[in-house]
C-alpha cells in the first residue's frame, strides 16, 4: 500500500515536475557555471518543509538534506550541468543561452530528485517514514571538468557529500528506450575514460631532401597500427576496452618535414587492471619511433572511474520497478564505454544508476549529445516513483546491511 501512495505521490507532481524542467532546459549553464542553476535549485529546495539546504558545495553544487530520525543514511544524486551544443528546435522552452544545451537530459535528472524531496517529505509528513535521513545531491559539472582536470563529483566528495551516507542512487535519460522501460546492470556499467596526448619527433627537414632528417611522419604510420593493434590483439574480447585518436597535428607547409607529430585520443575500459595495462601498452606502441631514431612525450590524464553498481542496491530498485510497474520491461545489460563521474561515488559507498526510457512519440532517434535532444516529459513522474519508493524502503524497511567500502576512490586525488 505504502508504494502506491508513494506513486501517487509523484503523479501528482506532473505539472511541477514538467515547469521545473522546462525552466532548466531554457537556462542551460556549462560546466562549474551553474551559478543562476543552482540559486533556482535551491530556491526550490527551502520550499520543502524540514529541508537543511547546503549551497556552494563541490563549487556550485547543493545538499539537501531531510532527517526523519535514527537510521541509515542515503542519498539521491543529480547531474545540473549542460553541453556546449547549440539546439535545434522550435520549442518554447529552448535554450535561451546561445551555444549551451541541456542535451544530455541534465535539466530531467534535478526536476526528478526535485520531485523526490517533495515526495519524501511528504511520506515523512503521513508517517510512512518515520526514521533515516536522505540526502539530495545536485552536482555540477558531470559533463567537463576545470583545470585540474577533476569533475564536479571530486570536489562534492571533498566537501562531505558522501559524509555518513551508506548507499546512493542516480538515474540517467535514456532516448534508445520507450517511456515505461528501463536499463539496469550489476557490476561495471560504464567506463574509466582516460585522455593521452603524444608527441612523436624527429628533426624534421626539407620535403626534397629527407634522407638528411628523421620524419615523424613516417613514424607515425607503424605507431597508427601498434595502437590500433592493442584492443584487437593484446587484449580480452571478453574485456571491454577502446582506445581511439581522435586528432592528429603535424606541419606548417607542404614543403617542410615537420619536427612534431601530436596524437590525441581516449582509452575505456572497465576495470582497474585493464586500465592500467593499456596504458602500458599504448607506451609500447609508442616506443616504436625509438627504432627509427625518433622519440617520445607521452601524456596520460586520468579521468573519471568505471560506474560500479551494487547488485544489492540495484536489487532494490528492481523491487521498486516490479511493486509499482509490473508491465516494464527491464534490460539487464552495461550502459556502454561512455563516461559518467558517478562511478566516483560508486568507488566509495554501494551505488546504482540506471537509465530511464523517455524517447519521444514521433518516431525521431534523438540521441544524447545532440543538437535534437528531447525527451518525453512522462518519464518525469516515473523516476519520481521508482527513486522515492526506493528511498523509502531503503530508511523504512529492514534491508540487507551493506559494507561501507573503505577505500578513498580511485583518481578522486584525496
Known sequence: MEGFVTKQLAESLSDQL????RHLHAYPELSFQEFETSKYLAAKLREIDGMKVETGIGKTGIVGTLSAGEGPCIAVRADIDALPIAEESELEYRSKNEGVMHACGHDAHPSIVLGVAHTVCELIKQKLITKGTIKFIFQPAEESTDEQGLSGAPYMIRDGALEGVDAALALHMCPWLPVGSLQMNDGYSMANVDVFEAKLKGTGGHGA???LGTDPVWMLGPVLQAIYGIVARRVSPLDPT????GQIHAGTASNIIPTEVTIEGTMRSYSSENRKFIAKELEKAISIVDVF?????????????SLMNDPIVNSWLEESVRY???ESTIVNEPFGLGGEDF????QLVPSSMFFLGCATSDGIQRDLHTPIFNLDERCLPIGVSILAETVRRFVQEEVKPLTRKSNKGEGTNQ
Open 242 to 245: 577502446v582506445l581511439s585518436i
Open 343 to 346: 562511478g566516483y561515488m560508486s
Open 18 to 21: 514538467i515547469e521545473w524542467r
Open 209 to 211: 631532401y629527407p634522407q
Open 293 to 305: 631514431e625518433g622519440s617520445y612525450d607521452l601524456t596520460i590524464t586520468k579521468g573519471e572511474p
Open 324 to 326: 509499482l510497474y509490473p
